[in-house]
């Protein structure tokens, strides 16, 4: 039976797209371009912070990870050790992160960990968020391994519990210099976290606060806004003083309070 339809014709559809096209039938006018690129920037407007967000999140909770690991480090360190810790400071409470210095190359707390080989991985003394050269793994200003008359710094600190002389070496124990602290009297305090002389050294890393290791190996998140007002008053750059020495250690007993 015969068709009324009429026979397909490809050239035909083509002329007719093309006449579509070419009197404006089926294409973007500039007023729908433009709706189009504002829900695009709007969106991108409402991603961006969720994905710095995430990305925040991420990178704290793998410097958690990093500090749990150099916690048990430090706690099987201790255990064979008859239990003591190096909770240990020169001079400023703030010198309180050091791997080796320059006064005879002397290893210094997290140095004894490597020294005496409980760590075979440098990466572990580091938070991959830490920008500050002073801090961050084998830079100009903080070479590794560590070189003569170089300081070398970990970017996590211990806490300053026991004032040592410089040029006590920790590999033994010299005469009036009191016996460090023991771990048993630790277990809920706080005995490691990311570096935070003052204000500006947090911001420079995870912003809102840092990550603590306590005495029984776990981790936690401490809000800064939580911190002494002292602490929270230290100008920046200036910790390196006896004055402040308090204030940290104020710092430090709010984390114990926070566990």
Known sequence: MPSDRPAYNPAARHRTFRDALRH???????????????VIVILAGMLLPVIGMVKGAAVRTACASTLRQLGATTIAWSGENDGIIYLSY?????????LMTNEFNCNKQFGLLWAQDFIDNPRIFFCSAEKRLGFAFNTTSNVWPHAHNTWTSSAYANRPAWHVDKRFAMNAQPAGIS????LRNYSRRAILADIAHDPSVVASRHRSGVNVCYGDGHTSWFDVAKASNSWKAIPPGLAWQNTHNSAITGLW???DSDP
């Open 90 to 98: 020169e001079n400023f409470q703030a010198y309180n992160s050091f």
């Open 179 to 182: 016996a460090p602290p023991l």
């Open 24 to 38: 404006g039938t089926g294409a973007f006018s500039l007023v729908e371009l433009l709706v189009v690129i504002s």
């Open 253 to 255: 007993t709010s984390f």
